[in-house]
């Protein structure tokens, strides 16, 4: 499956956005998903993700009550709500999809360590 993000802007603290990645090639279903972003100077780390069988979700404490992850199948779109932003959000996010059996919270620690099937990240600036 291929992935693009997009969305990604300037917005001032305590602002929205939503992020939006489209797949194209397969259905999602049955694929873990989840977005990620990388800060400057520092690691890629996991936002939020979706099992593979779609029922579960996981927030890092930073996304916890400020951003909501969703899945279009119709669009075989994955969103990602940012609510109440913060300069702290300031970050180049990706999106994710593997076709393997993780719950939402193994498949965002684990997938930030693959150095392969990261696409196009959509950058995202929190700034007055």
């Known amino acids: 499956v291929q992935l693009q993000a997009y969305g990604g802007r300037l917005v001032q603290p305590g602002g929205s956005l939503r992020l939006s990645c489209a797949a194209s090639?397969?259905?999602?279903?049955?694929?873990?998903i989840g977005w990620f972003r990388q800060a400057p100077g520092k690691e890629r780390e996991g936002v939020s993700c979706i099992s593979s069988t779609g029922d579960s979700t996981y927030y890092a404490d930073s996304a916890k009550g400020r951003f909501t992850i969703s899945s279009d199948n119709a669009k075989n779109t994955v969103y990602l709500e940012m609510n109440s932003l913060e300069p702290e959000d300031t970050a180049d996010y990706y999106c994710?999809?593997?076709?393997?059996?993780?719950?939402?919270?193994?498949?965002?620690?684990?997938?930030?360590?693959?150095?392969?099937?990261w696409g196009q990240g959509t950058q995202v600036t929190v700034s007055s």
């Open positions: 090639g397969s259905s999602l279903d049955g694929y873990a």
């Open positions: 994710a999809a593997d076709k393997q059996r993780y719950n939402a919270d193994y498949y965002c620690h684990v997938r930030p360590a693959h150095a392969a099937g």
